[in-house]
C-alpha cells in the first residue's frame, strides 16, 4: 500500500480533515496534500508517524502482550492517582457534564449521528433544537443522557450483579420514541453490519444472554484480567447482538458499569478510532484473539482518564 493510499484510508475511517492530520503528523497543508496526491514522498520519520497514525485509526491485530504490560503500568500509576473515579464524577457537576457530553458525543457519532461536539452540547445543557437535524438525531442525544444517568444511579445504588432486566431497561431509554420494541429481545435474524461475525439465533438469545450475565459478573482481581475481562465481555454481547437495533450504545455503556465495579475511570471509545474498534472487535469474536482488544480498551480507560482532569 503506498502513502498516499494510506493517507486517504486515515482521512476516510477517522473523519479528520487534512488540515487536522497535517497537523498530527507536524507539516503544512500543501505538504501532506502534495504526499496525499502523490506530487512528493514524506521522508522517514514522516512516514514513520504515517504508519503510527494508519494503526491507530485502522487497527493493527499483531499487538503482543509487551504492549499490554507498558498500559498495565500507565493504569496503576493513574489508579494512584484517582483512587475512585466513580466517585469523583459523581460528586463533581463539571466532570459529570464533561463525561456525558463526551460519552453522548462519541457513542452517537461512531453509530451515525451528524451532530458535532458542540451541537451535542446545545441539546444537551441548553435544550436547543439544531436546524436542518432530524428528529432521531435529537432524540439519541436525549435518550443517552437519560441512559447513562440511569446507569450512573444504578452503579450508585447497587452493589449487586448486572441482570438482564438492567440490560433491557437500559436499552428501553436508548431508543425509546425511536423502535418499537425498545427494551426486547430481537425476535428475528440480524447481521452486524460490515461485519462476517455470526450473531445468536434468536431463539437461543435468553439462553446466551444467560451465559453472558454469568460470566460478567465473575469479576477479576489483576488489573491485566480486568481490561481482559471488560474486552471480552463487550465483544460478546455484540456478538450475540440482542436487539434489533441499540447494540452498540447499549454495549458501550455496560463497559461503563464493569469498569467502575472495577474502580476505574470511564471507557471512552472515540469516534475518530471507530474502525480500529471494529478491527479488533471482530479480531476477538472471530479469532478469539483478545489482545488487540483488550489494549484498546486500555487506551479507551486513558481517555476516560483525561476526563477526570477536567
Avoid: C
Wanted: overall charge positive.
Amino acid at each position: 500500500m503506498t502513502v498516499a493510499q494510506k493517507l486517504h484510508r486515515i482521512q476516510k475511517y477517522s473523519g479528520r480533515t487534512q488540515e487536522e492530520l497535517a497537523r498530527d503528523l507536524d507539516v503544512s497543508f500543501p505538504t501532506f496534500n502534495s504526499w496525499v496526491n502523490g506530487k512528493s514522498q514524506p521522508r522517514t520519520k514522516a512516514v514513520e508517524k504515517i504508519n503510527f497514525l494508519y494503526l491507530e485509526y485502522l487497527g493493527d491485530t499483531s499487538i503482543g502482550k509487551d504492549v499490554l504490560e507498558k498500559q498495565i503500568i500507565k493504569l496503576q500509576q493513574l489508579q494512584q492517582q484517582f483512587p475512585n473515579p466513580f466517585s469523583l464524577i459523581m460528586s463533581r457537576k463539571d466532570i459529570y457534564d464533561e463525561f456525558l457530553l463526551s460519552m453522548t458525543y462519541h457513542t452517537n457519532s461512531i453509530e451515525g449521528s451528524t451532530f458535532n461536539e458542540p451541537e451535542v452540547r446545545a441539546v444537551l445543557f441548553d435544550d436547543v433544537t439544531i436546524p436542518n437535524k432530524s428528529f432521531r438525531e435529537h432524540q439519541e442525544v436525549k435518550n443517552h443522557q437519560g441512559a447513562l444517568g440511569f446507569a450512573m444511579r444504578w452503579v450508585r445504588d447497587n452493589n449487586g450483579t448486572v441482570d438482564q432486566k438492567l440490560i433491557k431497561h437500559i436499552h428501553q431509554i436508548l431508543m425509546n420514541g425511536l423502535m418499537h420494541n425498545a427494551g426486547e429481545y430481537r425476535t428475528h435474524s440480524v447481521r452486524i453490519a460490515g461485519a462476517r461475525v455470526p450473531t445468536s439465533n434468536h431463539m437461543s438469545i435468553e439462553n446466551h444472554m444467560s451465559k453472558f450475565i454469568n460470566t460478567l459478573n465473575k469479576l477479576q482481581k489483576d488489573t491485566n484480567s480486568q481490561i481482559e475481562h471488560v474486552a471480552q465481555t463487550h465483544a460478546r454481547f455484540e456478538q450475540i447482538h440482542p436487539f434489533s437495533d441499540g447494540n452498540g450504545r447499549v454495549g458501550r455503556l455496560l463497559m461503563n458499569i464493569i469498569s467502575f465495579k472495577y474502580g476505574m475511570a470511564p471507557v471512552l471509545v472515540r469516534k475518530e478510532k471507530k474502525q480500529a474498534y471494529y478491527t479488533y472487535l471482530k479480531e476477538s469474536q472471530v479469532k478469539n484473539n483478545n489482545i488487540p482488544l483488550t489494549s484498546y480498551i486500555f487506551d479507551a480507560l486513558f481517555e476516560g482518564y483525561k476526563l477526570l482532569n477536567t
